[in-house]
């Protein structure tokens, strides 16, 4: 096709990256229109894109824009393998107008209800904060009184809620989702929670014949903020169809990572390194600090070499590093979410002493009065704890 032809020659490796620029310049949205054509990636691999391309790219379009191409491509490279999918064209696979019931509208929830709102879904919303709620209504959402009342007018029923007991209690309570839905509705969590739970909650709904899946987010809230997250769904592949484009509308990448439990099982590993990081991180710039380096060279060095990571790249600047500790990623849940990676580690009797020493240090950092901060704020415990000025760019 010409469109093929011409995207190929764009990102042809020999192409001199001064020409590259100012073509993709005058013909970005063209571009993109053909990446994104489902049409011409359906039925062929996904073509190596040069890194050199991509990065001219980020300079001439909107980053969630290159985010959802690059999500394109990878994810044509895992499609027959079943890692991974992400499409903007998601609407060809939907079967139909689906309600949508969405519980939990905290830090996370609250902008990935708002976002499928905002993208034309019909939407259902329950939370116990009634002025969330209220909220999203003048979006556009309806409010429900109760969650029996969410069920009986949902096809698809997601929770995003603070962990174990809060998503037990909504899920199998005796007015809870299992008791109330439709036959033929969906229930997906999205919430962090152990390993016996979402085992559970599988065998609960489907001994009784609904149909269970699990999508723990991945990303930064800023990313929910702008409709950019991930998903690391699990779920019986005969209804992936169903629930892709739904996801599509929240977040520009889909990891299928297996049966129902395998997302949440995904995601503790995920969050037991991004826990992790946030101490390396802080033990990095307080001894630069305590060194008398220039805090803007080291973290310029630090984000351009392999010591980088993206807590440490995207959350820091935005966060400690800037005095702003307002919770993105609660320091309090993160601590819940390293000790179920630390549970999970002692119950397949695996030693994961890092995972096990962070643990230990969150709780510390709690104790020392920190809860209802950012995560970042392991940063600002260990500065205090060493005497040494706090690190801020």
Avoid at 101 to 128: C, H
Avoid at 175 to 180: C, K, R
Avoid at 283 to 291: F, H, R, T
């Amino acid at each position: 096709m010409i469109s093929s032809i011409y995207f190929a020659v764009l990102c042809n490796s020999n192409s001199d990256e001064g020409k590259v620029y100012q073509r993709l310049k005058t013909a970005s949205v063209h571009i993109l229109s053909v990446c994104y054509s489902i049409s011409d990636y359906e039925h062929r691999p996904a073509r190596s894109v040069p890194a050199a391309v991509l990065g001219i790219w980020r300079k001439t379009i909107a980053s969630s824009q290159i985010m959802r191409f690059q999500n394109v491509i990878l994810a044509r490279k895992n499609v027959a393998s079943g890692a991974g999918y992400s499409s903007i064209n998601s609407s060809q696979h939907s079967g139909g107008a689906m309600n949508i019931g969405f519980i939990g509208l905290g830090r996370m929830g609250f902008p990935l209800a708002k976002s499928l709102i905002k993208n034309g879904e019909t939407v259902t919303v329950y939370d116990l904060n009634i002025d969330a709620a209220k909220k999203l209504e003048k979006d556009g959402a309806t409010v429900a009184g109760n969650i029996p009342e969410l069920c009986k007018s949902s096809d698809l029923i997601f929770t995003m809620l603070p962990g174990p007991p809060q998503v037990k209690a909504v899920a199998l309570g005796e007015n809870g989702i299992i008791a109330n839905m439709k036959a033929d509705a969906i229930y997906i969590d999205m919430s962090t929670v152990d390993v016996d739970t979402v085992d559970m909650l599988r065998e609960e709904f489907t001994n009784k014949g609904i149909a269970f899946g699990d999508a723990p987010v991945g990303r930064l809230a800023m990313h929910a903020d702008r409709g950019e997250s991930l998903f690391m769904l699990g779920i019986d592949e005969k209804h992936y169809s169903r629930v892709e484009p739904i996801l599509l509308k929240m977040g520009t990448t889909i990891y299928h990572c297996g049966k129902a439990g395998d997302g949440t099982r995904t995601k503790l590993i995920n969050n037991m390194m991004v826990l992790c990081y946030c101490q390396i991180n802080s033990e990095a710039l307080v001894l630069a600090k305590a060194l008398g380096l220039d805090l803007k060279n080291t973290f310029d060095v630090l984000t351009n070499t392999t010591a980088s990571n993206g807590q440490l790249k995207q959350k820091w600047p935005q966060k400690v590093l800037k005095g702003d500790l307002t919770p993105g990623f609660d320091i309090a849940l993160g601590y819940k979410d390293i000790s179920l990676a630390s549970n999970a580690g002692a119950a397949s009797r695996i030693a994961l002493p890092l995972c096990d020493i962070t643990k230990n240090i969150f709780r510390m950092a709690l104790a020392a009065e920190n809860s209802g901060k950012d995560t970042s704020c392991i940063t600002d415990f260990w500065a205090e704890t060493n005497g040494v000025d706090k690190p801020r760019l």
